[in-house]
């Protein structure tokens, strides 16, 4: 492969690996260091477009690593299109957000996935309320109604049904004092980014209450799309109304998933993929900062499955720590393994911890590997001397003698460096042995 080449393939590899996180709007230069996977389970039965839906983070969900107001946080689908969204709410202090995301498609009973991007210090804000022009405000809702003039109280329910801006269900007032008087009536208005109308156009249950509402007037006040606060009627025959909406009808299930580090990127290799039973393969373990700070304090935790491996030479991380890894930095951890059984063995994800810059612990994985392993030549539990490379031959040799080290140390330099010409230092070596053998014996 020529340098060109490399250098191509060099490049795919690094635009793979930082994925969107590089290609998101507003990115000021910068990067976004961490992601969250986010699964919306729809739960009513219904499909929804262009659907707004809540993403409630607290506690363990908040993203710490966010700037101030979450102004470096953005969305995108599972096609990496980058989703409309509007920040309702984001405190550091408690650990609480309201974030309202404009999803494309939520299919009926079906999951959908979109991932949270965050940590990207020269982000600017796109978060804007316009993305919910036509906010969904279908379900149900449930607040209170009062009279200008009076200390009468009513309960207002809302039952509201939409096609794009427009709205139409019925309205349910009851008096508080006599809860037996009530009016059911049909309603129809419309809705845009941060108001909500509409008035009162016949009657479905007898009307027992003396009055009824032809002009309502709410709006959202920043509280979208959870509260709603007004007026009805607006001269002295009218008065207040506050609404919220009733959460037991939500529509979607939201599941926020453990965050992924982008800053990182750990890689786990094998190499042969493929050998015979009782023969070795190297396992290499890649940890590249390609962020803009450093890490410290790097611990790199592996593990084989110890009945059909024996660990044989390297670096084994149980763990295995570095102090600091720089922006642009690499570390590696290579080891041997010698299989005892046949099979396809799935090798489990290796874990990398760290602090950032902040000193926060971060986790993350590498994926899984395959290593092949095919039955030897020969029956039983012993390494095949065929399929024996020349260093392990050696060693089967002289693990016996006193001495064996030095001797092993001698004999394996010559024959890892001509590792293609097996059978002829193999054959020194036994001659070797056999010739000191003879001489230690006299």
Request: hydrophobic residues 35%.
């Amino acid at each position: 492969m020529n340098r060109f080449a490399r250098f191509l393939i060099s490049i795919i590899f690094i635009l793979l690996a930082c994925g969107t996180s590089s290609a998101l709007s507003e990115d000021g230069g910068g990067i976004w260091d961490y992601s969250r996977d986010i699964i919306i389970q729809e739960v009513s039965g219904n499909t929804f477009t262009d659907y707004n839906v809540l993403v409630e983070l607290e506690d363990d969900s908040f993203p710490i690593e966010a700037q101030e107001g979450g102004i470096d946080i953005r969305f995108t689908d599972e096609d990496d299109t980058e989703l409309n969204y509007w920040i309702e709410k984001f405190d550091s202090h408690t650990k609480k957000a309201k974030i309202w995301v404009k999803v494309p498609y939520v299919s009926a009973n079906s999951q959908t996935k979109i991932v949270m991007y965050y940590g990207n210090p020269e982000a600017r804000s796109v978060s804007s309320s316009k993305v919910l022009r036509y906010p969904d405000v279908s379900g149900s809702w449930i607040g209170t109604l009062n009279m200008y003039g009076t200390e009468k109280k009513y309960i207002l329910n809302l039952d509201l049904s939409q096609d794009g801006s427009q709205i139409y269900g019925n309205s349910k007032i009851t008096k508080v004092e006599s809860m037996k008087r009530y009016a059911i009536m049909d309603i129809s208005g419309s809705v845009d980014n941060n108001a909500l109308s509409y008035t009162e156009m016949s009657k479905i249950d007898p009307f027992n209450l003396d009055f009824f509402l032809k002009n309502v007037d709410l709006k959202f006040e920043g509280k979208f799309p959870s509260t709603l606060e007004g007026y009805w009627n607006y001269d002295t025959y009218g008065g207040t109304i506050s609404l919220r909406r009733n959460n037991s009808e939500s529509v979607a299930n939201v599941t926020i998933s453990e965050p992924q580090v982008l800053s990182v990127f750990v890689t786990k290799t094998v190499s042969p993929q493929s050998i015979r039973q009782f023969n070795e393969s190297t396992i290499t373990i890649k940890i590249k900062n390609i962020g803009r700070t450093e890490i410290t304090d790097i611990e790199v935790v592996d593990s084989t499955n110890p009945p059909s491996f024996d660990f044989m030479r390297g670096n084994y991380p149980d763990p295995h720590k570095f102090d600091i890894l720089e922006p642009g930095d690499a570390k590696w951890v290579q080891y041997t393994v010698r299989a005892n059984k046949n099979g396809t063995f799935i090798l489990d994800p290796c874990t990398v911890t760290f602090a950032d810059k902040d000193r926060n612990i971060q986790t993350i994985k590498s994926e899984s590997v395959s290593l092949k392993v095919v039955p030897s030549i020969s029956s039983g539990s012993e390494p095949d001397e065929e399929a024996m490379d020349p260093v392990s031959r050696i060693k089967e040799l002289t693990e016996n003698f006193n001495g064996r080290g030095l001797l092993y140390h001698i004999l394996s330099v010559p024959i890892w460096i001509f590792s293609n010409k097996e059978w002829i230092f193999s054959g020194i070596g036994v001659i070797i042995i056999s010739i000191w053998l003879k001489n230690r014996d006299k």
